[in-house]
């Protein structure tokens, strides 16, 4: 106990506080309040996920436009193709699935899973940090904010009784997540836990110093002891990434399926910067998706009746180059895609004002051209999936945004 209250003073050095350092990290907080979502009165109790995939997503090996009749010749040998070894899932006449995507797949063919093509943010240079930093923070340019667009959309929904909400997954928040509204933290244990005395001298303890902290913290060991009587929860020896993805999904639909648990949850998938040896239908892009359908997948099962009331949003900070490299990889782009799942998702559709990938129409002579600003897609379902107005849209969740305008019909 006291290497971590020595840690904490470490950082009141430094300008922090024990408080500060608790509830705006990745350790255990309370939301003091379940929001009120608009759609309460239609029986609704719903239920959001952002799932940031870091490291820019190749949007044309994912979902791939093999009715363009460049699209072949730019991707070459990690295009995707209708027939094959490993043919792609057809979507529509135009666009179809990497196979390593069969949930995602049967998600859309019953109209719960849709697909938005040459999408981005207003970001237009390549630099991951600054494109992560865009991304979560909801600003139209890097390097302007502390929060994220997801907790101000939270902090910004009317209140109401006393419980648990945002979800924070992994070993840090992640930005989009971060800002005044705290969340609570789960990620999955690798390390021994705290005996239960120790535990309770510390709620002791911030009982007589801070009693918001101590309840704060109180609320941590509730989800702790959830994880620890659920085998489900628990890595496995040797579990690669794939498996990783699937287990953090699976703890958050839990947590989340509870009458009392949050609402609201934010996990970030790394490792989809794919400059060599990208792969087609099969390598390493191929793993990485198959994560990424797991993880959907485990939602689904995971949330139960919930799922009805569900909307995962999965997106990138940008895309990547229409044309493979001499590595049999991608470079950093810009019009790539984002994924919507869940069964309150009105699917079945890949939505797109599509470019074209002539030399003439690519970016800059090399991406994708955007034709959707992301923006649009998230506040779309922020406004019909949890009732925010488009002035709070516009002014507090996507600062200066106001000539973005939500995209309609994306909630069934």
Not at 164 to 173: C, D, E
Not at 224 to 235: E, F, R, S, T
């Amino acid at each position: 106990m006291g290497d971590i209250l020595d840690c904490c003073e470490s950082h009141t050095s430094r300008g922090f506080n024990r408080r500060a350092l608790l509830l705006g990290g990745a350790t255990f907080a309370a939301w003091a309040y379940l929001p009120k979502f608009a759609r309460a009165k239609d029986g609704r109790d719903p239920r959001l996920v952002t799932i940031i995939l870091r490291g820019a997503l190749d949007g044309l090996a994912t979902v791939a436009p093999v009715g363009d009749p460049d699209y072949a010749g730019l991707h070459g040998s990690i295009a995707l193709a209708r027939d094959g070894a490993h043919p792609a899932i057809e979507l529509d006449s135009f666009f179809a699935l990497h196979p390593s995507m069969p949930e995602f797949a049967r998600m859309y063919k019953d109209k719960k899973a849709a697909v938005v093509h040459a999408v981005a943010t207003s970001y237009r240079e390549r630099s991951h940090f600054d494109g992560q930093d865009v991304l979560e923070s909801g600003f139209a340019g890097p390097g302007r904010v502390q929060s994220g667009w997801l907790n101000r959309a939270l902090e910004n929904l009317p209140r109401g009784e006393r419980v648990m909400s945002g979800l924070a997954v992994g070993p840090i928040t992640p930005l989009v997540l971060r800002g005044a509204a705290p969340t609570v933290g789960w990620v999955p244990a690798t390390l021994p836990q705290a005996a239960d005395d120790t535990a309770m001298r510390l709620i002791n303890l911030y009982n007589h110093r801070d009693p918001y902290l101590a309840n704060a913290l109180s609320q941590g060991l509730q989800i702790d002891k959830i994880a620890a009587n659920d085998d489900g929860m628990k890595p496995k020896p040797g579990m690669n990434g794939v498996g990783a993805m699937r287990l953090a999904a699976k703890g958050a639909a839990k947590l989340m399926a509870a009458d009392d648990g949050p609402r609201i949850a934010a996990l970030a998938f790394d490792g989809w910067d794919t400059h060599v040896n990208e792969g087609g239908p099969v390598g390493r892009l191929a793993q990485l998706l198959s994560g990424l359908d797991g993880a959907l997948a485990e939602f689904e099962s995971g949330l139960g009746d919930r799922w009805r009331d569900t909307v995962i949003v999965a997106a990138t900070e940008f895309g990547r180059t229409a044309r493979i490299n001499g590595t049999d990889g991608t470079d950093h782009g810009t019009g790539t895609i984002a994924l919507l799942a869940g069964g309150a998702v009105k699917g079945g559709r890949v939505i797109s004002d599509w470019p074209g990938l002539r030399a003439t129409d690519l970016y800059e002579n090399r991406d994708l051209k955007p034709t959707i600003d992301l923006r649009g897609v998230i506040k779309g379902v922020l406004h019909d999936h949890l009732g925010l107005g488009d002035r709070v849209l516009a002014d507090a969740v996507f600062p200066e945004s106001g000539a973005v305008r939500p995209m309609k019909g994306l909630i069934a």
